[in-house]
């Protein structure tokens, strides 16, 4: 499917969408496609079996989770603007322009990748990681490479080498903290499109 003028001129708020989301139109008309190609039943709306179509997702052992964390609260469908905005947030950060002193954290700020890198563990939304919820995706990651015990121990020196008030959780400051170092970029990548 080509990309033109008719294509874009479909796009609800398409300038905002752009100015929020750092994308060129070009890019957003790619994404349009792609979303449609997704929209099975063409509603206009992704719901959450849509996305299992994406096979690079259907491998991921937290592709259900990453699936997740395009669905706000207690929604089930998305519309094409909530999709783009949520990709947004892997677009590499280097294409930014240069930022205001007082202009918003970018949408595909290392903050914000981290941040929905964080929410993958952090299942109940107490804004923080417990042994159990970091257990839980060792686990799905893992799989049967490792034993419970070995997947104990690396939860416990994990939490252990990231926490750093004591409380036996990883908070979102800590998170951050331990990942200081990692090249979020590529780790975060998440190249389904
Ligand atoms: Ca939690
Ligand atoms: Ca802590």
Known sequence: MGCNASTLAKIHNLDELILETGFSS??????????????????????????????????????????????????DLIDFNSFARTLA??????????????????????TNKLKFAFQLYD???????????????????????????????????TIQEADLDGDHAISFKEFKKSLEKMDVENALS????
């Not at 849509?50 to 991921?60: G, K, T, W, Y």
């Open 123 to 157: 299942q109940d939304k107490d804004g923080k990681i417990s042994n159990n919820e970091l257990l839980q995706v060792l686990r799905m990651m893992l799989g049967v490479q490792v034993t419970e015990e070995q997947l104990d121990n690396i939860t416990d020196r």
């Open 26 to 75: 070009s890019h957003i008309c790619h994404l349009y496609n792609r979303f449609h190609s997704l929209d099975k039943d063409d509603k206009g709306l992704l719901n959450r079996g849509d996305f299992q179509n994406i096979s690079e997702l259907a491998v991921n052992p937290l592709g259900d989770r990453i699936i997740n964390n395009f669905f706000p609260d207690g929604m």
């Open 89 to 110: 947030r892997f677009r590499p950060m280097e294409e930014n322009p240069k930022k205001e002193p007082d202009s918003p954290e970018p949408i595909n700020s290392r």
């Open 190 to 193: 998440i190249r389904f499109l």
